[in-house]
């Protein structure tokens, strides 16, 4: 399971950017490697920790973290096998995407990529990628979201392999029947506050500068929104919601909440999976990064979706791990055949990546499959069906700012109609000046 160390406004401006290697986890109870999955993997150049490997001689070559590309491997050597040619799996250590991209433009790139969707207008912009052509049937086997996710303008540029995204964990000793609403969860904490087994009634990442990332399910539920989407789920940069009066209005009865003690500044990244290990907390809102603490912890939880405001349902962004074709793939055609076709019709290879780093299998059919006997992963897992895709295009690096500052602004007591409105004109602004 990956560290916890991620503050979401900032893993989501990185991303937005294309500079972070991969998402958060999505869920899920096992961090070991697949059985199936122990053959070594290509290792980077002992000279540098984050160089990247030499594509070498291979017909097909795919770049992937090391954890995935042990995972992949086996199954790559069997699609080699299958097909007659030769496949390398190379392991990569540090800023995948960033290494892709300065690799691919020197023409020493690999043919295929497994890394988040997040980046996804920084790869477009370096003309990294390739479009793909996923037929109806074919985007059916997938979540939702996560074909979205891996649209951009109209365009399909990726396949879906995992979901990275928030949900609420609860403790079932404390609470044992999940509350329907977010105001019953808030009654539910402050009683226990109350009564005094509890310091928090919820530990939900604001931080001094905001958590965006963290509050979306609530700010969806309530009725706001940051950017509009399109028919297909893309987003619409043009419409800016922040300051619209939906938006005003969420943080309006957001601001409620905080009035009565349930959402803090106080409570961040660094301290927000720790009170709920430590039984100060009888709700956490948080990603599959914060399971190997909890297991080290002893507490009983339980993985769902959170609660909307007043019973609507909540939409958290949503990372998708994707595999991408590269636009300078030495053999496109294989490398097409090997994400659109041997990726879609092989639920085992999802779930042996799944094993592997504890995501939810973007993949309908290894989903279920897994789901049926993880509750934990199937919490994350449908929590991440009712979300949004987390927004991929390059403007979104000068919106994560701004959006997070004025709602830790406004649950620390300020006027939300001109504390959003201003942090609007500073996202168009930014917006424009980046052409």
Request: net charge negative; proline share 6%; glycine share 10%.
């Amino acid at each position: 399971m990956r560290s916890p160390k991620i503050v979401a406004p900032g893993f989501a401006l990185l991303a937005a950017l294309g500079l972070l290697a991969t998402g958060c986890s999505g869920g899920g109870t096992s961090t070991s490697p697949s059985e199936a999955a122990t053959s070594a993997v290509a290792a980077p150049d002992a000279s540098s920790s984050t160089a990247a490997p030499e594509r070498g001689n291979a017909d097909l070559v795919i770049w992937a973290t090391q954890g995935a590309a042990t995972s992949l491997k086996p199954f790559a050597e069997k699609f080699g096998a299958d097909n007659g040619i030769s496949v390398e799996v190379q392991g990569i250590v540090g800023e995948l995407r960033a290494q892709y991209i300065t690799a691919t433009n020197s023409g020493k790139g690999p043919d295929v990529i497994l890394t988040a969707a997040d980046g996804l207008g920084n790869l477009i912009q370096n003309a990294a990628i390739e479009p793909l052509n996923l037929s109806p049937e074919t985007k059916s086997k997938f979540v939702d979201v996560t074909v979205e996710s891996v649209t951009y303008n109209g365009q399909i540029y990726g396949v879906p392999q995992a979901v990275d995204n928030v949900a609420l964990i609860r403790n079932t000793q404390l609470v044992p029947e999940l509350p329907a609403t977010f105001e019953d969860l808030v009654t539910t904490g402050l009683e226990l506050k109350n009564q005094g087994k509890v310091t928090e009634a919820l530990s939900l990442p604001v931080g001094q500068n905001g958590d965006s990332y963290h509050l979306q399910p609530l700010f969806t539920s309530a009725g706001g929104y940051l950017f509009g989407q399109n028919a297909d789920g893309s987003y619409n940069q043009d419409d800016l919601g922040l300051d619209k009066p939906e938006s005003i209005a969420a943080m309006t009865k957001i601001q409620e909440f905080a009035k009565a003690g349930v959402l803090k500044t106080s409570i961040s990244g660094d301290n927000s999976i720790a009170l709920f290990a430590d039984g100060k907390a009888p709700f956490l809102v948080s990603g599959g990064w914060a399971l190997e603490d909890l297991k080290k912890s002893g507490v009983k939880y339980a993985v769902s979706p959170v609660p909307g405001i007043g019973g609507k349902p909540s939409q958290p962004f949503v990372g998708t791990q994707t595999f991408y074709v590269s636009s300078k793939a030495k053999n496109k055609t294989f490398a097409e055949e090997f994400v659109t076709n041997f990726m879609v019709n092989n639920p085992d290879v999802a779930k042996s990546l799944s094993k592997t780093d504890g995501r939810a299998p973007a993949l309908l059919a290894a989903f279920n499959d897994l789901a049926a006997s993880d509750p934990v992963l199937k919490g994350f897992g449908d929590s991440a069906a009712q979300g949004q895709p987390s927004p991929t295009f390059p403007a979104m690096a000068v919106a994560w700012d701004p959006f997070s500052k004025a709602e830790a602004a406004i649950i620390g007591g300020a006027d939300p109609a001109s504390t959003l409105k201003a942090a609007a004109d500073t996202i168009r602004q930014q917006i424009k000046a980046a052409g």
